[in-house]
């Protein structure tokens, strides 16, 4: 499975960027897709997943109404919109894939797949 993200890049507090992460190879197997992040010194963790499946989704508190996470299974394409970015939202944003049993964790160690990453600065 290859995932690359595309979309970061530098904005402003208060503004809004949208991530998109496009999927290929033996997705199949795959049920959970997800975006985390890792801010300067932090560790790296869950933003917003969802099951591709369903569509049920699962976001960090600290987004949750900021953030909306999709999935465009036609062009095997995650998305991640995001609003009123803080400078706190600033980090490497990566998309991952795996295949969990219930809901779609948060937690990174949870999935087999990750993209190589993109900024996201916030200032």
């Known amino acids: 499975v290859q995932l690359v993200e595309s979309g970061g890049g530098s904005v402003q507090a208060g503004g809004s960027l949208t991530l998109s992460c496009v999927a290929s190879g033996k997705f199949g197997s795959l049920n959970s897709m997800g975006w985390f992040r890792q801010g300067p010194g932090k560790d790296r963790e869950g933003v917003a997943t969802l099951r591709t499946s369903s569509g049920a989704t699962n976001y960090a508190r600290s987004v949750k109404d900021r953030f909306i996470i999709s999935w465009d299974n036609a062009k095997k394409t995650l998305s991640l919109q995001m609003h009123s970015l803080q400078p706190e939202d600033t980090g490497v944003y990566y998309c991952?894939?795996?295949?969990?049993?219930?809901?779609?964790?948060?937690?990174?160690?949870?999935?087999?797949?990750w993209g190589q990453g993109t900024q996201v600065t916030v200032s």
């Open positions: 991952a894939a795996g295949f969990l049993l219930g809901v779609a964790s948060l937690s990174p160690s949870r999935y087999d797949n």
